[in-house]
């Protein structure tokens, strides 16, 4: 019952993703005199394990006006599946690196029930808490 | 339902999916890359196809009645519209990625072109590399 509210929240949240980025797209035409758009590539470790989460991750992203999933890295036992994501409209690499992990979270709670346990930041670097503890 | 309400959400509904197909069409003319050109794109296939299916249902609501039949085709079509299109904007997208399309100079960062600070690449066809040439 809960899965079924966060996928209708989720698709929600994508059809939101979706206006705003379109309403991104038309505005910033109409800024005759700075630079259309600012590209960039990052690189986002998963924290999704199925192919349907990594899937719907990836038609997630790239259906949002301003991001495009440009290259998948498959995982291997000790590294997560990693995206390559074109984004377009971002001020910098943790601004859209925040955003899509927001919709990676929204989107694991659809498929597994429930948010994921592990931070985003903790994937890429997993003997950060030994460092810091 | 009468003819006014009709008639306006047919032409806001159609109009403004037509002019965001518009605006991807001269958004694709203000970015310099293959990369860019498929992620501007998106507004069109995303949200202005959308909308232009859903005038087409109004309209048909309007003129003959609820059919449960139109209704389905509608769903059917957004769904399916949008489905397609983000699974194509992908394929797009790896297709000129491998083909070597050259990427934006001003692409910054690049982290198909350079790792994040502290991580050390190793190539595995470097040596292969040097030793086909000799």
Redesign the interface.
Known sequence: MRRLINAVSYVCFIEWA??V??LT??S??FRAHRQ??N?????VPLRCVTDLEVTLF???I???????????ASGSSSQPPVL?V?A?FEDS?ESALEGLYDMESRLLAMTRGRGPSTAAHTVKEPDWEEGSS | MNDAVAVTLVGVLGITGSLLVLVSAIAMFRVRDALSRINVFSPATGLGLPLIVVAAFVYDLHAEGFRLGSLLMAIVAVVCLITVSSVASNTLARASVLSGQPIHRKTSPNRLARPPEGVVDVDPDAVDDSEHRD
């Open positions: 979706i206006i980025g379109s797209v038309a910033r035409l259309y758009a590209p960039m590539i990052v690189e990836a038609s997630s790239t259906i949002t006006p301003g991001t495009l999933v440009a290259a998948i390559f074109h377009l690499e």
